[in-house]
């Protein structure tokens, strides 16, 4: 999970509240009323902000262009839900039909749970729309507006409306996938490895929110790792996590357990793909969800770079080297060939 927040004075300072007319402006007509609401944002996580931290270390990254071809199409800020108060928004890169391949998946984006932005995945989601996939990409509430778990129902609420609109984005409801970056690469991790169970969906059933393969880029697998304490509990209730949870592992252990991935591998768990910056940290408990994929006799692949940034697929040249393998991966999904 992404730690190199800025201090809590700065972080403050940098807060901006949506005023009243912003949010009326940005409504969207229907039938359920929204009123208007303000809401704390923190800013400090940026593409930009990561790019200007990493390059002096690593020349070879570039920052994302975005080119589109003949045929595609992008839905801006379709609502999925209303909040608390306030529309919860969408977007949907929709490839061009004669490339279409009838399976989707949604990346939910990073920041510690607590900063971040939809858009952060719009180079990958452009590059894969390109190879025949509706990507989908939701904003969720973050930890300075609504605490855990309530990130992680609106993932799922974001999950059933896609299936609902399957048929108009032009996929097959049984094939989206659920994939992610740092805090995002988590919470895909868990919310697709718990749709057989009651945590985090409310009224959807198991199929509505169901995903057939899991994409985690460098997100935590189990919070009760040595590595994942070591760093997510650091600061206790200060941490990033802690922040999310609403307290330190020592005061919530329950909870810290209960959101750690590892601790959910079953046979009814989806195809997993990770891939490691190298800093390994980030992905710790990934050796016993490995094992327990493959027990259970569930296709998995795991890439690791030698140290890389932690946020490799925000920049080239990681970039593209991502959408391939998860590409790659999502067809040998498709032909059933096991990893």
């Not at 939809?118 to 894969?128: E, I």
């Not at 399957?166 to 994939?179: Q, Y």
């Not at 393969?213 to 985690?216: C, F, I, P, Q, S």
């Not at 493959?294 to 932690?310: M, P, R």
């Given at each position: 999970m992404l730690q190199a927040f800025m201090p809590q004075s700065d972080v403050s300072a940098r807060l901006r509240r949506l005023t009243a007319a912003a949010l009326?402006?940005?409504?969207?007509?229907?039938?359920?009323?929204?009123?208007?609401?303000?809401?704390?944002?923190?800013?400090?996580?940026?593409?930009?902000q990561r790019f200007y931290a990493y390059r002096d270390e690593h020349p070879e990254l570039k920052e994302p262009v975005l080119s589109f071809t003949e045929g595609q199409q992008v839905l801006f800020d379709r609502r999925y839900k209303v909040a608390d108060s306030r529309e919860l928004h969408l977007d949907v890169f929709v490839p061009a039909a004669d490339k279409a391949n009838d399976q989707a998946i949604m990346f939910i984006h990073?920041?510690?749970?607590?900063?971040?932005?939809?858009?952060?995945?719009?180079?990958?989601?452009?590059?894969?729309?390109?190879?025949?996939y509706?990507?989908?990409?939701?904003?969720?509430?973050?930890?300075?507006?609504?605490?855990?778990?309530?990130?992680?129902?609106?993932?799922?609420?974001?999950?059933?409306?896609?299936?609902?609109?399957?048929?108009?984005?032009?996929?097959?409801?049984?094939?989206?996938?659920?994939?992610g970056?740092?805090?995002?690469?988590?919470?895909?991790?868990?919310?697709?490895?718990?749709?057989?169970?009651?945590?985090?969906?409310?009224?959807?059933?198991?199929?509505?929110?169901?995903?057939n393969?899991?994409?985690?880029l460098d997100g935590?697998?189990?919070?009760?790792?040595?590595?994942?304490?070591?760093?997510?509990?650091?600061?206790?209730?200060?941490?990033?996590?802690?922040?999310?949870?609403?307290?330190?592992?020592?005061?919530?252990?329950?909870?810290?357990?209960?959101?750690s991935t590892a601790k959910h591998i079953d046979a009814d768990s989806p195809p997993m793909l990770i891939i490691s910056s190298g800093q390994m940290r980030f992905t710790a408990g990934k050796d016993e969800v490995l094992d327990k994929l493959?027990?259970?006799?569930?296709?998995?692949?795991?890439?690791?770079?030698?140290?890389?940034?932690?946020t490799f697929w925000l920049f080239e040249p990681y970039l593209t080297e991502t959408a391939e393998r998860i590409h790659t991966f999502l067809s040998q999904i498709a032909s059933g060939v096991n990893q």
């Open positions: 009326c402006a940005i409504c969207a007509t229907g039938s359920v009323p929204v009123s208007a609401k303000d809401y704390p944002v923190d800013d400090s996580y940026s593409i930009s990073g920041g510690g749970w607590r900063s971040g932005n939809k858009s952060h995945f719009y180079p990958l989601a452009n590059l894969l729309a390109q190879q025949g509706v990507v989908i990409t939701p904003e969720y509430r973050l930890s300075m507006e609504a605490q855990y778990p309530a990130g992680l129902e609106d993932i799922n609420d974001a999950l059933a409306f896609a299936k609902e609109h399957a048929a108009a984005w032009g996929f097959n409801p049984t094939r989206i996938a659920l994939g970056g740092s805090s995002g690469g988590h919470m895909a991790a868990l919310v697709g490895n718990t749709a057989n169970t009651t945590l985090f969906k409310g009224e959807h059933s198991a199929d509505a929110v169901r995903v393969a899991v994409v985690d935590v697998l189990d919070f009760t790792h040595p590595l994942a304490l070591a760093s997510e509990n650091k600061r206790k209730d200060k941490s990033a996590a802690g922040m999310w949870f609403g307290g330190a592992y020592e005061t919530l252990p329950v909870r810290w357990a209960e959101a493959s027990s259970h006799g569930i296709a998995s692949k795991y890439y690791q770079y030698d140290n890389n940034i932690h």
